[in-house]
């Protein structure tokens, strides 16, 4: 189930009749370009409508990208914090928040998610405001090292502003004195005088005298919220002098007083609306309707609306309302206060109609509101199978947490279901003891425990030793892990295809890592076809992907491109009923541009990644961002761009997501082969001594990628005792990888001990060695590991190619090895040219490309170039409308399709 947003949460609060102008604060605002903007006052000073009501001026004025989310307690959660933050940003500035979008779906560290969005904001041509209403009621420690991360690194044409009651936890004294901070205070706010004239006159129709002004001012010490309360109470009164001088005392006692005033002078019905709905935190006609047991729900709504009772609409069909704060709060004290007794059944009654809406997580969070846990875990534990096929372990691990530990110890379809959400969370504390309690439950009396969902029972002993299997392969345990996951599937009830499925993936990646290609393929095969017959495609999808690792790492690149060409097709039935890509679908064509890529067909590598990209956010499993990187880290280092290449890794390590698939390519190791083949051999040696690889260790197949990366790293320095050292390690690995059926080993290695013969001027050995690999890679294609081998033997490649004039194999390598010349003439062989531009790159629009392609921000691309923050920006502009794209990483994409940046 992916994160619903709330849309109303982006809108940009409607302006209200009767504003009063604030010129003074307006040239607060207008006047320095801060870093952080901050409104900073309690509940009732509006802050708010004065900072809606400076950028509609603004944005009549310029360009400027408007950016708002109004924040709640919900968002006090990582993932739906920056979730929102980011599609605020992507809606102002399309395409600057859709990487950081895909990023922060698949649980990527913040600093990474933000990171990617900084850089496609640092490019902008306009400016953007991004605002973050009510920060004070989403801030907790969770978000804030990433806000600390996000204002410290934000681009000049980027302000953020923080509407909030209290301080946010951010250097403010730093910022202050750095001159990067604006203050707009409590003190500011207030009303002066005049204002306040003009306000109460508007307001309340009475034309008060100065004194009376002054007095009523001086009262409420200008506080707008007290204000409006005020000025409706004087629109009843006759006695404007007696009641401004009754008006006396504290905020807290003004507000109670004034509250008694108006709800006092309301008719009973509409006092009793009032209250009752107080409870919500939005409201519309049917759930009014529900809550109050009464008809007329929207009417009142629109009433109250018309009557600027403190109600503030959020959307311009004018459906969902809020009511003010400030209201609000003193609504729900009077409740409490008079009808204490019946604040649990009305937010029950919410959490019915948010359960019949098919709203879960509102009405769970009004059930546990009305103390009702049991309804709450009735709500989880009827859901949960739909909340594992769409992916909420959000949820379940929030919920966890929140329901009471006596209610779960009775439920044991619940507690296994929870179970599930943290370890899907990759949140494995606690989860070795809720799984004794969960079997302790297994072995009660049935009339002890409470059962919502009977189907799921039957299923608990599989799902246990499921999950136990997936604790002991976290931990390293291979054995108890294909121990607990073969339990499963002997406790597993017939027809359960998920558990059937869990279990032999769970055996699968134990076994993967094991080395037993061929057994963990089987398991996996097995997981994927249990997991297409429960209907999880997403989750076959990701199947798919490894089935395809585990086929490369055998030798069976056709193999791996049908079932990656399959899982393709798979998603695209499935998508075209939906609203959205199915996920999993970008992950896909990244795995074809690997295989297109051993086949050295660069270009169609190029294209795959480039329509991965165009998917976005939601196309891509958690892998999928560090899987994209180091695919375009591979077609890099082919064109010898080996500084790009390693950026990628570096924000490849940045984003990486192992989840239990064993890390049997590091992407320590991909970054020593990078550095290798850029020649930069000490860098590559530092590497191996880092990570303790050595020509001696022990050989496992967790470690044959790092092995056979020192290897290549022996084989450039070129010296007798490394070339040596990299032969008798490259025999070992070679026996290791032929026990183990690896072909795709097997042909890397027997390139490489070719390789390290011809060295040492053997050409024979050389010639028998890169048969060997050409007799294994041949039937499949395997062209681009031999590529870079034939540079290096050219002598022995001759001699082959005699011996196979008709091999079109080897006529394709040489080619594919042999540098294109100006004067050549062109074949029917040679691939097609690249895509030509109708209007082409100017040489400093090539020049922004290229930088465009590192990790410099828009300032560092401008103090490269010598050139304004401003002219990178319209050069940027520029690019993306000739490219056709609206973000970086777009146009690297394509500018690398179609040749702009080799």
Not at 346 to 354: C, G, I, K, M
Not at 698 to 724: F, G, Q
Not at 856 to 863: E, K, M, N, Q, V
């Amino acid at each position: 189930m992916a994160l619903a947003l709330v849309e109303t949460k982006f809108f940009l609060p409607h302006a209200r009749a009767g504003l009063i102008a604030r010129t003074r604060l307006d040239a607060v605002l207008s006047g320095r370009r801060s870093r952080l903007t901050l409104l900073s006052a309690p509940a009732g000073f509006g802050k708010t409508t004065l900072l809606a009501q400076w950028l509609r001026t603004e944005a009549e004025r310029s360009d400027l990208r408007i950016a708002w989310v109004s924040l709640d307690e919900g968002d006090q959660v990582t993932q739906t914090f920056w979730t929102y933050v980011l599609t605020a940003l992507e809606r102002a500035a399309p395409g600057s928040g859709s990487a950081a979008l895909q990023l922060v779906a698949s649980g990527q560290p913040v600093e990474a998610v933000l990171a990617a969005v900084l850089n496609e904001l640092s490019v902008l041509p306009d400016d953007v405001v991004l605002v973050l209403d009510d920060y004070h009621l989403a801030e907790c420690p969770e978000i804030q090292p990433g806000m600390t991360f996000l204002v410290d690194r934000l681009p000049p044409q980027v302000r953020l502003v923080i509407i909030t009651r209290a301080d946010p936890a951010l250097a403010l004294a730093r910022l202050r004195v750095r001159g990067e901070l604006t203050e707009v205070r409590a003190a500011d706010l207030r009303f002066t005088d005049a204002e306040a004239a003009r306000f109460l006159s508007e307001a309340s129709g009475h034309d008060l005298t100065a004194a009376e002004v002054s007095a009523l001012g001086a009262r409420t010490e200008g506080w707008i919220a007290s204000l409006q309360l005020a000025a409706l109470s004087l629109r009843e009164r006759t006695d404007t002098s007696g009641f401004i001088a009754g008006f006396t005392g504290t905020d807290r006692y003004v507000v109670d007083y004034l509250v008694e005033e108006v709800l006092d002078r309301e008719p009973t019905g509409v006092r009793d609306f009032l209250l009752t709905t107080s409870i919500l935190d939005r409201l519309c006609g049917p759930l009014c309707d529900a809550v109050t047991t009464a008809n007329g729900g929207q009417q009142a709504l629109a009433s109250l609306e018309r009557r600027n009772l403190f109600i503030v609409p959020l959307d311009d069909q004018r459906h969902w309302y809020r009511y003010h704060h400030l209201f609000a709060d003193v609504l729900r004290a009077h409740l409490l206060r008079e009808r204490p007794e019946a604040v649990h059944g009305l937010h029950q009654r919410a959490s019915l109609w948010y359960a019949e809406a098919g709203q879960l997580e509102e009405a769970v969070r009004h059930a546990l509101a009305a103390d009702d846990a049991e309804s709450a875990a009735d709500l989880i534990e009827l859901a949960l199978p739909e909340l594992r096929r769409d992916r909420r372990e959000n949820l379940l691990r929030r919920w966890a947490d929140e329901l009471p530990p006596d209610v779960v110890g009775r439920r044991p379809v619940l507690a296994v279901g929870l179970v599930g959400g943290l370890m899907a969370s990759n949140d494995f504390g606690g989860v070795a003891e809720r799984l004794r309690e969960a079997e302790a439950m297994l072995t009660r009396p049935p009339s002890e425990l409470i059962v919502s969902d009977i189907d799921e029972l039957p299923r608990l002993p599989a799902a246990l030793e499921t999950f136990r299997a997936g604790l002991a392969l976290i931990e390293g345990d291979l054995a108890g892990a294909l121990t607990h996951a073969t339990q499963a599937q002997a406790e597993a009830i017939e027809g359960d295809h998920l558990m059937h499925a869990s279990a032999a993936g769970l055996a699968g990646l134990a076994t993967w890592a094991g080395g037993d290609i061929i057994a963990a393929h089987r398991a996996y095969q097995a997981a994927a076809d249990g997991l297409t017959k429960a209907g999880h495609i997403a989750d076959v999808l990701g199947c798919s992907l490894t089935l395809s690792d585990m086929e490369l790492a055998l030798g069976r690149l056709s193999e791996a491109e049908r079932t990656l060409e399959h899982a393709l097709k798979l998603a695209e039935r499935h998508s075209a009923d939906r609203p959205q890509i199915m996920r999993g679908t970008a992950d896909m064509l990244v795995g074809l541009s690997r295989s297109a890529w051993h086949r050295n067909d660069l270009g169609a590598a190029a294209e795959y990644l480039r329509r991965a990209d165009e998917l976005g956010e939601p196309g891509g499993l958690p892998q999928h961002p560090y899987r994209w990187r180091v695919a375009l880290a591979r077609l890099r280092t082919a064109d010898g761009d080996f500084v790009a290449a390693l950026d990628l890794i570096d924000e490849a390590e940045r984003v990486y997501v192992g989840d239990f698939s064993p890390a049997v390519h590091p992407l320590h190791a991909t970054r020593a082969r990078v550095l290798a083949a850029s020649g930069d051999l000490r860098g590559a040696a530092a590497w191996a001594r880092v990570h303790d690889v050595r020509v001696d260790s022990d050989l496992t197949y967790l470690h044959e990628y790092e092995h056979l990366t020192l290897c290549r790293i022996l084989l450039a320095e070129n010296a007798s005792l490394s070339v040596r050292d990299a032969a008798a390690l490259l025999d070992r690995l070679l026996v290791q990888a032929l026990d183990g059926g690896r072909i795709g080993t097997v042909i890397e290695v027997e390139v490489l001990r070719a390789m390290a013969a011809g060295a040492v001027g053997d050409d024979r050995g050389a010639l028998s060695a890169l048969e060997s690999a050409v007799d294994l890679a041949e039937p499949d294609g395997w062209i681009r590991v031999l590529v870079d081998a034939v540079a290096m033997m050219a002598p022995v490649i001759a001699t082959l190619a005699k011996r196979r004039p008709r091999s079109a194999f080897i006529r394709e390598l040489l080619a594919a090895s042999t540098p294109a010349r100006d004067d050549a003439p062109e074949t029917q062989s040679e691939p097609p040219p690249p895509p030509i531009l109708v209007d082409p790159l100017s040489d400093r629009e090539l020049d922004v490309l290229r930088l465009l392609a590192s990790d410099l921000d828009g300032p560092a691309i401008a103090r490269e170039l010598v050139v304004s923050l401003n002219t990178v920006k319209t050069h940027t502009k520029h690019i993306y409308t000739k490219l056709d794209v609206n973000n970086r990483r777009s146009a690297v994409t394509r500018a690398h399709q179609m040749g702009l940046t080799r």
